[in-house]
């Protein structure tokens, strides 16, 4: 069992968007892994921390890039999108503030735990049409720059 499949996203019609969102939830499911494996003591809790701590780098920089790619191409709905990406960083922001500051890895995990709820909902009906229109106008403009994951 796996906390999130591939499969459960759907398909985007730009590359480097698909690419991330295969990453994240590879790096998702390797962290219910380590979580298992640390509550098992077989893994060291220090590559847990360290798998979240690629978590949240990925998180970061997945949701800055889909943003320039939606500034550079005049996407008109990117308040919106950008909107439901800063509602998700303050959560998880507030989630790593109580495990950084006060130690409580738990609550790291359990938002990690609900996340897949809610990368399906927004990636099949926001990143999905956010998709469509870059690659249509990606299609007469060019592309423009790489994506860093
Ligand atoms: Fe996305
Ligand atoms: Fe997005």
Redesign the pocket.
Known sequence: MALIYVEQVEEMSVEQ?QE??ENEIKILNQIEKLAFGVDRKTVELSELEKKLDEYIDHVQK?FAN?ERLMHEYDFPSYDMHKTAHDMFLLDLESAVRQWKKFGDIKKIINFVYKTPEWIVLH?NSV?APTADYLARKMETEGSKGEAVT
């Open positions: 968007m991330t969102h997945h889909e990636v990143d």
